[in-house]
C-alpha cells in the first residue's frame, strides 16, 4: 500500500507500483486539471505538479516515488492563488487552446512562493519544462508577473469589462481553461462508456496477406474487434478526394504507416491497446515511394489514378524567358522545406454515444463539424440529420484536425455496440497519424529592372502530399497562388504540383502553403538586392502590393491594403541594426478561387439576463468564440451583466465550413452582424425579458470569388492580410527581437489579436532555425515530442507586435483574419538576418547554423 498526501488528504494506492501519478490522478481520482499531452515522454509539462514543494512531471513520476510524499494539484492550491492566478493570466491574454495552461499554472504557483518577486528572465527559466504551442510565451510570462504583484500586494485582478470592438474582453473559457475546469474531450467521462484503441500499419507501402484478430478477442476485457469488413456504408473519406480509407482490409496495400487495419474497444483504454499489441498481421513488404521528385516518373503508383493530385498553373503577361532576357537582374535558387508536425498539445479524442433514436451524437474537436458529419454519416450509412457532431474546444489545431482521425471509429464502434466509446490518440500515434506541413522543392527565377521594379517571376513547385489528398491539393496550390509573395509582378509563370508519395499525408497548417513560396520569395528578393546594390527596405516598398496593384494570380486589390504601413512601422528599426532580416507576408483570408463560403449564426434568447449564440465554427485558442460574443455586443450594446453563451454544433443548425484559411473572424463576424441587428431592433422600447424564447437568424454568404484562369476580373479571396516582419542578430549572432508590423484591418480583441501574432512569430521562428519530422524511407525515425524541434520560452525573442489597422471593405466592422500570417515572415526574416550576419545564403529549412565571425 503506497500512503501519501495529495491536495491536503491523506491517499492510498494499492495497485502497481509502476503506475504513473498522471493515471491515478486522471483514473482513479478524476482529477483532469492534469493533462496528458505527451503520454508519458516527459516532453511537455502540462502534468506538472507539485511534489514535497518542488515541480515534477506526473506522467513520468511512478506511484512508488510518492510514497509519503506531498502530491499538490491546482484543486489544492488556497483559494486566493488559484484565483489570482487563473484571472491573472485571462487579464494578460495568456490562455489561447489553454490544454497547457494548468502545468504552467502549477509551475508558477511553485516559483511564486519561493520566489514572490522574479524577474522576467526568473519566470523563463522556470518554464524550462513546459511548452506552449499557441501563445510564444510572451502573454504567459506577462500573466506570472500580475499574479505576483497582485499576491504581493493583496489585491484582486481585474480584467476588461466593457464588451464591444477594440477591447480585450476576456476570451471566452479563458478562466476555467487556466485552471483545468474547462473540459477537452478526453477529460469527459460518460456513463458505461467503453475505449477504443487503434491498430497502424508496421509499413509504409506492403500487401496485407492477413490480419489475425483472435488474440486480441481473447483478451479480458475485451468487447469487439473490428475491421474495415465492419464498416457498412463506404469506407473512402477525405475532404475532398475520396481516398483515405477508415480502414485498410485484408488483401490491400497500405500506402503510409498512419494506416489502420483494426480498432478495439474494450472496458478500458489500457486493456484495449493490450490488445491492439495482440493482433498479427501478415505482410508482403513492398519498396516504398518516399522522394517527392521521383513520383511523376514513378513506377510505384500510390493510387490508381496516379501519383500527381492536382497542378496549378499561372501564366500571365509577356513571355516570361524574353522578360529575363530583357531585364537588368536576375537571380536563381532552388529551395527545400521540410515535414513540420503540429504539435498541439492535445492529442486527437472523440466521444460517439448513441442517442436513442437511431442517430448518434460525436463530441470532436475537429476544425469541422460539418465535414465530420458529412463523412461519419456517409461511412455509417445514415442520414446527416441523424448526426449530430458537438464541438468540445480544441486544445490547438494549427489546421492538423481538419481531417478525420478518430472521430469515425468512435462513431462506428458507438452505432454498433449501443454505448458510449471514446478513442484517443497518444503522442507516438498523433505524430503518426495526422497530415503535416508540406515538404516542398521551388525553383526561382526572379528578375528587376534596372530601377528596381520587379519583372518577372518563374517558380516549378514540388509538394509533398503523402499517402492520402486531406487539403493538399489545394495546399500547394496557394503556394503557387501566392509564389510571388506580397509583391506586384506584371510577368509570372508559375507551376505548382503536388504528389502523392508513401510518407505520411500532409494538409492544412499555419499558412497554408504559403509559408514555403514566402521563404524562396524572400530569400529571392534579398538576392535581387545585392545583385543590383538596392536597399532592401526601400525595394520591398516599391514593389508591395497596394491598391490597384496585383497578387500572383492577376487579383488587382481595391481598398484597405496596409503592407507599406506594415513596412513604414519597422523602418526605424530596420535602419538602425545593421544585423537585420526583413520578409513581408501576404495571407488570404478565405478558401475564394470560386468557392461558395457559408456562416450561419443563431441567437436565441434563453432568460431575461442569457442568451446562447450558436454557430458551426472551431474554438481551438484562436478566440473565434471570444469574436463572436464581442460581435453581438458591439451590435446590440449588451453589457457584461448579460450572460452570452457561444456554442458550436450541427444539431443547432448554424451552417459553416471548416475553420482554416484564417476566414472565420470575417465570415462569422459578418453572419453574428446580421443576427444581432435583427435582435438590437427588437430590444428598441423593449428588454431581454420581452424577448425571451425567440431567435435571431443571420447568414453571411461569399459568393463573387473567382478562379484565376477566367477571362475577366479575377478575385481570387475576398480579403487579405498583410505582414512585414523584422529579424535582429546582435553582434554575436544571437536572434534577440523580431518586429512583427500588422495589418488585420479593425482589431477586434487587441489582446487576443498580439497572442496570435506572438504566437504566430514562434511557430514561425521554430520552422527557421528548428523544426523538422523525424522520417526516413517513409517511417518515422522517432516518435518522440522532444525531438519535433519546438521552442520553449528560454528560445524565443524578445517579440515586438505592431499593429497596423487598414480597415477591410467587407470584413465586420473592418476586420481581416490574422491567424496563420504570424507564421509566414518569421523564417525569411531570420533567414536573411542569418545572410546579413555571415553572409551565407540558405536555400533549406531549418536553417543551418550560423558562422560566427
Known amino acids: 500500500m503506497i500512503s501519501f498526501s495529495l491536495n491536503g488528504q491523506v491517499a492510498e494506492y494499492a495497485g502497481d507500483a509502476k503506475t504513473s501519478l498522471l493515471t491515478f490522478l486522471r483514473e482513479d481520482r478524476g482529477i483532469t486539471s492534469v493533462k496528458d499531452g505527451c503520454s508519458g515522454q516527459a516532453a511537455c509539462g502540462a502534468c506538472l505538479i507539485e511534489l514535497d514543494g518542488k515541480p515534477a512531471l506526473a506522467c513520468s513520476t511512478p506511484m512508488k516515488r510518492v510514497a509519503g510524499k506531498r502530491v499538490v494539484t491546482i484543486e489544492g492550491f488556497p483559494e486566493n492563488v488559484r484565483r489570482t492566478l487563473g484571472r491573472a493570466f485571462v487579464a494578460k491574454a495568456a490562455v489561447q487552446c489553454g490544454y497547457c495552461t494548468p502545468g504552467i499554472v502549477s509551475r508558477a504557483k511553485i516559483l511564486l512562493e519561493n520566489n514572490p518577486d522574479p524577474t522576467r528572465e526568473e519566470v523563463v527559466e522556470a518554464l524550462r519544462a513546459n511548452i506552449c504551442r499557441c501563445t510564444g510565451y510572451v502573454k504567459?510570462?506577462?500573466?506570472?508577473?500580475?499574479?505576483?504583484?497582485?499576491?504581493?500586494?493583496?489585491?484582486?485582478?481585474?480584467?476588461?469589462?466593457?464588451?464591444?470592438?477594440?477591447?480585450?474582453?476576456?476570451?471566452?473559457?479563458?478562466?476555467?481553461?487556466?485552471l483545468g475546469t474547462g473540459p477537452y474531450i478526453d477529460d469527459m467521462r460518460l456513463d458505461g462508456m467503453c475505449y477504443g484503441a487503434l491498430k497502424f500499419s508496421e509499413h509504409p507501402r506492403a500487401v496485407v496477406r492477413r490480419i489475425d484478430v483472435s488474440g486480441a478477442e481473447k483478451q479480458p476485457g475485451v468487447i469487439r474487434v473490428f475491421t474495415g469488413a465492419d464498416i457498412p456504408g463506404k469506407r473512402y473519406q477525405g475532404l475532398i478526394e475520396k481516398d483515405w480509407p477508415m480502414m485498410v482490409a485484408a488483401g490491400e496495400t497500405t500506402r503510409c504507416i498512419g494506416d489502420v487495419l483494426a480498432g478495439v474497444v474494450a472496458e478500458s483504454e489500457a486493456i484495449a491497446r493490450r490488445a491492439v499489441d495482440e493482433i498479427q498481421v501478415e505482410y508482403d513488404v513492398l519498396k516504398p515511394l518516399t522522394v517527392m521528385t521521383e513520383a511523376a516518373n514513378s513506377e510505384i503508383l500510390i493510387h490508381a489514378s496516379g501519383n500527381l493530385l492536382k497542378k496549378t498553373v499561372i501564366r500571365r503577361g509577356e513571355p516570361i524567358e524574353e522578360v529575363f532576357n530583357r531585364s537588368a537582374h536576375v537571380v536563381e535558387g532552388v529551395f527545400e522545406t521540410p515535414f513540420v508536425e503540429h504539435a498541439f498539445l492535445e492529442t486527437e479524442a472523440s466521444i460517439a454515444q448513441p442517442d436513442g433514436q437511431g442517430g448518434l451524437t460525436v463530441f470532436s474537436q475537429s476544425q469541422g463539424i460539418y465535414a465530420d458529419r458529412e463523412q461519419i454519416s456517409s461511412l455509417l450509412d445514415l442520414p446527416a440529420e441523424k448526426v449530430d457532431v458537438v464541438l468540445v474546444?480544441?486544445?490547438?489545431g494549427f489546421g492538423g484536425k481538419e481531417d478525420l482521425t478518430v472521430q469515425h471509429h468512435a462513431a462506428l464502434y458507438s452505432m454498433a455496440l449501443g454505448c458510449p466509446v471514446k478513442v484517443r490518440l497518444n503522442r507516438a500515434e498523433s505524430i503518426r497519424m495526422h497530415p503535416k506541413r508540406h515538404k516542398t522543392q521551388m525553383t526561382y527565377k526572379l528578375a528587376c529592372d534596372e530601377n528596381g521594379l520587379l519583372t518577372a517571376l518563374r517558380a516549378r513547385i514540388i509538394g509533398d502530399t503523402g499517402a492520402y489528398a486531406s487539403v493538399g491539393g489545394e495546399v500547394v496550390a496557394r503556394t503557387g497562388t501566392h509564389a510571388a509573395g506580397a509583391y506586384h509582378l506584371p510577368n509570372v509563370d508559375v507551376i505548382a504540383s503536388a504528389y502523392y508519395t508513401n510518407n505520411p499525408p500532409a494538409?492544412?497548417?499555419?499558412?497554408?502553403?504559403?509559408?514555403?513560396?514566402?521563404?524562396?520569395?524572400?530569400?529571392?528578393?534579398?538576392?535581387?538586392?545585392?545583385?543590383?546594390?538596392?536597399?532592401?527596405?526601400?525595394f520591398r516598398y516599391d514593389n508591395a502590393l497596394d491598391t490597384g496593384r496585383m497578387t500572383t494570380t492577376g487579383h488587382v486589390l481595391g481598398e484597405g491594403i496596409g503592407l507599406r504601413q506594415c513596412l513604414d512601422a519597422v523602418k526605424a528599426a530596420f535602419n538602425a541594426n545593421q544585423n537585420a532580416g526583413l520578409a513581408c507576408a501576404v495571407k488570404n483570408c478565405g478558401i475564394g478561387n470560386?468557392?461558395?463560403?457559408?456562416?450561419?449564426?443563431?441567437?436565441?434568447?434563453?432568460?431575461?439576463?442569457?442568451?446562447?449564440?450558436?454557430?458551426g465554427w472551431t474554438e481551438m485558442g484562436q478566440g473565434i468564440h471570444t469574436v463572436a460574443r464581442q460581435v453581438l455586443a458591439e451590435v446590440t450594446?449588451?453589457?457584461?451583466?448579460?450572460?452570452?453563451?457561444?456554442?458550436?454544433?450541427?444539431?443547432?443548425?448554424?451552417?459553416?465550413?471548416?475553420?482554416?484559411?484564417?476566414?472565420?473572424?470575417?465570415?462569422?463576424?459578418?453572419?453574428?452582424?446580421?443576427a444581432a441587428k435583427k435582435l438590437k431592433a427588437d430590444l428598441q422600447g423593449r428588454c431581454l425579458a420581452d424577448l425571451v424564447g425567440k431567435e435571431y437568424f443571420g447568414r453571411h454568404v461569399v459568393d463573387w470569388t473567382t478562379t484565376h484562369d477566367i477571362d475577366g476580373e479575377i478575385v481570387s479571396h475576398f480579403s487579405y492580410g498583410f505582414a512585414a516582419h523584422l529579424a535582429i542578430l546582435d553582434s554575436d549572432g544571437t536572434l534577440q527581437s523580431i518586429h512583427a508590423a500588422?495589418?488585420?484591418?479593425?482589431?477586434?480583441?487587441?489582446?487576443?489579436?498580439?497572442?496570435?501574432?506572438?504566437?504566430?512569430?514562434?511557430?514561425?521562428?521554430?520552422?527557421?532555425?528548428?523544426?523538422?519530422?523525424?522520417?526516413?524511407?517513409?517511417?518515422?525515425?522517432?516518435?518522440?515530442?522532444?525531438?519535433?524541434?519546438?521552442?520553449k520560452a528560454k528560445d524565443v525573442p524578445d517579440i515586438k507586435v505592431i499593429s497596423v489597422q487598414c480597415p477591410d471593405p467587407v470584413g465586420p466592422f473592418g476586420a481581416k483574419g490574422v491567424g496563420e500570417i504570424g507564421t509566414i515572415p518569421t523564417a525569411p526574416a531570420i533567414a536573411n538576418a542569418y545572410c546579413q550576419y555571415d553572409g551565407v545564403r540558405r536555400y533549406s529549412l531549418p536553417l543551418t547554423p550560423l558562422k560566427k565571425r
Open 140 to 178: 504567459i510570462v506577462d500573466g506570472i508577473l500580475l499574479a505576483a504583484k497582485a499576491l504581493r500586494e493583496n489585491k484582486e485582478v481585474s480584467w476588461e469589462k466593457r464588451t464591444g470592438i477594440g477591447h480585450s474582453y476576456p476570451k471566452v473559457e479563458g478562466y476555467e481553461k487556466a
Open 393 to 396: 474546444s480544441a486544445g490547438g
Open 594 to 615: 470560386g468557392s461558395e463560403e457559408v456562416s450561419e449564426t443563431r441567437i436565441n434568447v434563453i432568460a431575461p439576463n442569457r442568451i446562447i449564440l450558436s454557430h
Open 742 to 791: 500588422h495589418d488585420a484591418g479593425t482589431v477586434i480583441n487587441p489582446a487576443l489579436f498580439e497572442g496570435q501574432v506572438e504566437g504566430g512569430v514562434a511557430m514561425g521562428m521554430g520552422y527557421a532555425v528548428s523544426e523538422k519530422l523525424p522520417l526516413k524511407d517513409g517511417k518515422l525515425t522517432s516518435s518522440r515530442m522532444s525531438k519535433l524541434g519546438l521552442l
Open 507 to 538: 494538409g492544412a497548417f499555419r499558412g497554408f502553403g504559403v509559408n514555403q513560396s514566402n521563404f524562396a520569395m524572400e530569400s529571392m528578393m534579398d538576392e535581387l538586392c545585392a545583385r543590383g546594390g538596392f536597399d532592401r527596405w526601400q
Open 637 to 674: 450594446g449588451l453589457d457584461d451583466s448579460v450572460s452570452i453563451e457561444v456554442k458550436s454544433s450541427t444539431g443547432a443548425n448554424a451552417t459553416s465550413g471548416t475553420t482554416t484559411a484564417s476566414r472565420g473572424t470575417a465570415l462569422l463576424g459578418n453572419s453574428t452582424i446580421k
